[in-house]
C-alpha cells in the first residue's frame, strides 16, 4: 500500500463525512415541515375539524331560516350575497385564530421560547403557520360553501383562479391584524375576549357600503368583498377587473400584513426587554 493510496483513501472518508455532514436547514424546509404538522393535526384529529364545519353550518342555518321567517322574499332575493359574505367571514376568521390564536396558545403551553430560538426567527416561524393555517381554512370553507349551495340552491361562479386570488388577497389583510394582535397577546397574555370581539367586526367589514363609502375602500375585507361578490354572483374574471380595482387590492393586503407584522416585532421586543416574553 503506498502513500498516495493511503492519502486518497483519506481524503475519499474527508469527503464522504463533508456529504454526511447535516446541512442548515431553508425556508423551504421550515414551509414543508410547517405544511405537515397541519396536515397530521387535521388528519389526527379530525373530531375537531369536522366540529369546526358543523359550527360553521350551524350559524349558517340559523341566519338563513331566521332571516327568511323576518324577511321571507327580500332574503331570497339576496342570498347570493348572504352566501358569498359567509363564506369570506369563515375564511376571514380562519386566517385571523390562525396567529393570534396560535400565539396564545403558544404562550399558555410554555412553547414560546423554542420558536424564539430557532434560527429562523419566531415571526418566520409564526407567518407560515399562519399561510398553512389558512390553506386548511379554504379547504374547509370549500366544504362550507358546496354544503350552502346545496341547502339554498343557489347558483354562483366558482372559476378557481378568480375565488382564491381575490379571497386569498382579501385575507391576507385580516392575517395582518392578526400578527398584531399576536403581539398584544404576547405582552399582556389573557385578552381573548378582545380578540373574539374583533371577529364579529369582520361582519361590518364585509359588508361595508363601498359604492356609497369610497373610502372604506382601504379597510380590511371591504373593497376584497366587493371583488368577491362581483366574481362569484357576476361572474367576473381575475382579468376582467380594473387594474386600478386589483393595484387597490394588492396594495391593502400588502400593507394591512407589512404592519400587522411590525407591531409583532416591536411588541415581541418590548416583551424581551420587560421580561415577559416567558410568563404567564
Known amino acids: 500500500m503506498s502513500a498516495d493510496a493511503s492519502a486518497g483513501d483519506a481524503s475519499t472518508g474527508d469527503g464522504a463525512a463533508i456529504d454526511d455532514a447535516p446541512r442548515p436547514a431553508t425556508y423551504y424546509h421550515l414551509a414543508r415541515a410547517v405544511l405537515y404538522r397541519e396536515f397530521l393535526i387535521f388528519v389526527r384529529y379530525p373530531a375537531n375539524a369536522i366540529g369546526g364545519i358543523v359550527v360553521s353550518l350551524f350559524f349558517f342555518a340559523a341566519l338563513f331560516l331566521g332571516g327568511q321567517l323576518l324577511a321571507g322574499q327580500a332574503l331570497t332575493d339576496s342570498i347570493e350575497g348572504i352566501?358569498?359574505?359567509y363564506f369570506l367571514w369563515t375564511l376571514s376568521v380562519g386566517a385571523y385564530s390562525s396567529v393570534s390564536n396560535d400565539i396564545g396558545s403558544e404562550v399558555q403551553w410554555g412553547t414560546l421560547e423554542r420558536h424564539i430560538t430557532t434560527p429562523f426567527g419566531f415571526a418566520p416561524v409564526a407567518l407560515l403557520k399562519g399561510v398553512a393555517k389558512v390553506v386548511r381554512?379554504?379547504?374547509t370553507s370549500a366544504v362550507i360553501l358546496a354544503v350552502m349551495l346545496l341547502a339554498t340552491g343557489t347558483r354562483l361562479n366558482l372559476a378557481p383562479l378568480t375565488v382564491v386570488a381575490v379571497a386569498g388577497l382579501s385575507i391576507t389583510s385580516v392575517l395582518g391584524l392578526g400578527f398584531a394582535a399576536g403581539g398584544v397577546t404576547v405582552l399582556y397574555k389573557r385578552i381573548g375576549s378582545w380578540l373574539n370581539l374583533l371577529q364579529f367586526g369582520f361582519v361590518a367589514l364585509i359588508s361595508a357600503p363601498v359604492f356609497d363609502l369610497p373610502w372604506t375602500r382601504v379597510l380590511?375585507?371591504?373593497h376584497g368583498?366587493?371583488?368577491?361578490?362581483?366574481?362569484m354572483v357576476d361572474g367576473i374574471r381575475l382579468w376582467e377587473f380594473p387594474p386600478a380595482d386589483l393595484a387597490l387590492l394588492v396594495a391593502v393586503a400588502l400593507g394591512y400584513l407589512v404592519g400587522g407584522y411590525l407591531v409583532f416585532q416591536l411588541a415581541?421586543?418590548?416583551?424581551?426587554?420587560?421580561?415577559?416574553?416567558g410568563d404567564y
Open 83 to 85: 352566501v358569498v359574505g
Open 137 to 139: 381554512t379554504f379547504l
Open 220 to 222: 380590511p375585507l371591504a
Open 225 to 231: 368583498s366587493a371583488m368577491l361578490q362581483r366574481a
Open 268 to 277: 415581541t421586543r418590548r416583551a424581551r426587554r420587560l421580561g415577559v416574553l
